[in-house]
């Protein structure tokens, strides 16, 4: 069973419109931390937020907002304002406590296209 | 300037020669990793490390090995590459394990 899903291959937006990018995971550990990365056509890796499965409030990075649903397992980004730029790959990742590995599995990504 | 750095960029080999992808980190990180990303799959574990002479086996591990003698590096070796290597990947440190991982600008691997 995969441990981080995005079951969007590809999503479209509209220029300076909000999308949300899902993001489901499965873990029986306690203690996890949430991670989005962006990945543009380029091909670098470029770290977006964090999430600690104990921090209570959602985290927030300028337009990138990680909306955690702890109970549903659920760590979906929201990018406010979207731009041309924010068009790429992006990945949500999960990195486990005692049960795992300590660095972050990956899920298979979402395309995200922003139109003009 | 903080960074991951890989190397070679892109690399065009031959079946069972061996080659090493070496990384290198000039932040103190403790933590070390290689990733290896195919279209649809994102990216999946190879090996990582925790610090000098502690490595452990990613999701991925076959036909990898790696090393850990130094801080700063961690190489990818593969001692007998086959066409299904053929692959993006990307080496990564991080301070802890809840801190973003810095990537490597990633290399492309084709095995014929």
């Known amino acids: 069973a995969q441990k981080i899903t995005q079951t969007q291959p590809g999503m479209f937006v509209q220029e300076k419109e909000a999308v949300t990018l899902d993001c489901t995971y499965d873990t029986s550990d306690q203690s996890y931390g949430l991670f989005w990365y962006k990945q543009p056509s380029s091909g670098e890796m470029i770290f977006l937020i964090y999430q600690g499965s104990y921090d209570e409030q959602n985290a927030t990075e300028g337009r990138y907002s990680l909306n955690f649903q702890k109970a549903r397992k659920s760590a979906n980004l929201v990018i406010s304002a979207s731009q041309l730029g924010d068009s790429a790959m992006y990945f949500c990742a999960m990195r486990e406590g005692l049960g795992g590995s300590y660095i972050p599995t990956f899920g298979r990504g979402t395309s995200l296209i922003v139109h003009p | 300037e903080a960074q991951v750095t890989q190397n070679p960029r892109y690399l065009i080999t031959v079946t069972g020669k061996k080659l090493t992808v070496t990384c290198s980190q000039n932040m103190n990180h403790e933590y070390m990793s290689w990733y290896r990303q195919d279209p649809g799959l994102g990216l999946r574990q190879i090996y990582y490390s925790m610090n000098v002479e502690v490595t452990d086996k990613g999701d991925v591990p076959e036909g990898y090995k790696v090393s850990r003698k130094e801080k700063r590096n961690f190489p990818l070796i593969l001692e007998s590459p086959s066409p299904n290597q053929t692959s993006l990947y990307f080496c990564?440190?991080?301070?802890?394990?809840?801190?973003?991982?810095?990537f490597g600008q990633g290399t492309r691997l084709t095995v014929v």
């Open positions: 990564a440190s991080s301070l802890t394990t809840d801190t973003e991982a810095f």
